[in-house]
């Protein structure tokens, strides 16, 4: 079992780009969650997926969006990237039905110049 | 003021000792309580979970006071393999909030 892979490791990024992070997860999980770590600050929350077919805003979902696609992958787009996202991206699964202890994928390290 | 609050440290300690976390949270409709441990650019990896009876992981202890709103991890002989940053967790449901994290370093 791989776990929760994500795609790229690595990306630069120029103000007004697009790209989208994808996240699949092999572990049979109901909900799926993207955050994103900026130093001092902590994990935040911004969208999860409690089970296949719905989405929901979590904390800073402000200049995402995300897909659904199946119960295995949801991904993250940044439909014109700033500066201000320039941060590390984790995904995250869940068993889901009562039951939210969250394993992580490796995460995505995006600059955005 | 933040929904989870951790001391940052950083806590130094020799190798042996036993060393204490805490963690406050402020919302009281929190549900389900948990501690991650993260190494250096790395994902944060699920310690424990933390329940109101205490309960206990080979030299990890972890406890919740629902009445004062506080979470603690107790870690005993600590190894140099526990120097890693210790990430409080609370969750309403699906909305997740992480502390910042409380480094600690253990020396030889």
């Known amino acids: 079992n791989a776990g929760v892979t994500q795609t790229p490791k690595f990306q630069v990024l120029k103000t007004g780009q697009s790209m989208t992070l994808q996240c699949a997860q092999d572990?049979?999980?109901?909900?799926m969650y993207w955050y994103r770590q900026d130093p001092g600050m902590g994990l935040r929350l911004i969208y999860y997926?409690?089970?296949?077919?719905?989405?929901d805003k979590g904390e800073v979902p402000n200049g995402y969006n995300v897909s659904r696609l199946n119960k295995r992958e949801f991904s993250l787009r940044l439909e014109s990237a700033a500066p201000s996202q320039t941060s590390v991206y984790f995904c995250?699964?869940?068993?889901?039905?009562?039951?939210?202890?969250?394993?992580f994928g490796p995460g995505t390290r995006l600059t955005v110049t | 003021r933040k929904e989870v609050e951790q001391d940052p440290g950083p806590f130094n300690v020799p190798e042996g000792a036993t060393v204490a976390f805490n963690c406050t949270y402020s919302?009281?409709?929190?549900?389900?309580f948990f501690w991650y441990r993260q190494d250096c650019r790395k994902e944060p990896k699920l310690l424990m979970s933390?329940?109101?009876s205490g309960n206990e992981d080979g030299r990890f202890t972890a406890q919740l006071n629902r009445a004062s709103q506080y979470i603690s991890l107790l870690i005993r002989d600590s190894k140099l393999s526990d120097s890693a940053t210790y990430l409080c967790?609370?969750?309403?449901?699906?909305?997740?909030?992480f502390g910042a994290g409380t480094r600690l370093f253990v020396k030889a």
């Open positions: 919302n009281s409709a929190s549900q389900s």
């Open positions: 933390v329940y109101s």
């Open positions: 572990m049979n999980h109901n909900s």
């Open positions: 995250a699964s869940s068993p889901g039905q009562g039951t939210y202890e969250q394993y």
């Open positions: 967790v609370v969750n309403r449901g699906f909305k997740t909030i």
């Open positions: 997926s409690a089970s296949e077919g719905t989405t």
